[in-house]
């Protein structure tokens, strides 16, 4: 299988940086499984097109794909992250 290329937003970048130790190492883990198509928490957000959450603990990666692109705009808590 092809692999996906993950890219950062600018704000993901800057959420990506703050997060404690532990959670960027989790976050690490699932987007490398993401970008080896390997199986993960992966749900679509209702009412959006081809935007996806990924859950690690009590943070949530929002992704939107493209081709074979995967772009991370926002890393936030549960209550921060859908607004």
Do not use: C, H, N, W
Not at 33 to 47: A, P, V, Y
Not at 52 to 60: L, M, Q, T
Request: proline fraction near 1%; hydrophobic fraction near 35%.
């Amino acid at each position: 299988m092809e692999r996906l290329e993950v890219k950062f937003s600018k704000d993901a970048s800057k959420q990506y940086k703050k997060l404690p130790k532990e959670y960027k190492t989790l976050v690490d883990i699932a987007l490398y499984r993401l970008s080896e198509t390997l199986e993960l928490d992966l749900k679509s957000i209702e009412g959006e097109r081809d935007v996806y959450r990924v859950r690690i603990g009590k943070y949530r990666v929002l992704l939107r794909k493209f081709d074979r692109t995967v772009l991370v705009f926002r890393i936030s808590t549960r209550g921060g992250a859908y607004k």
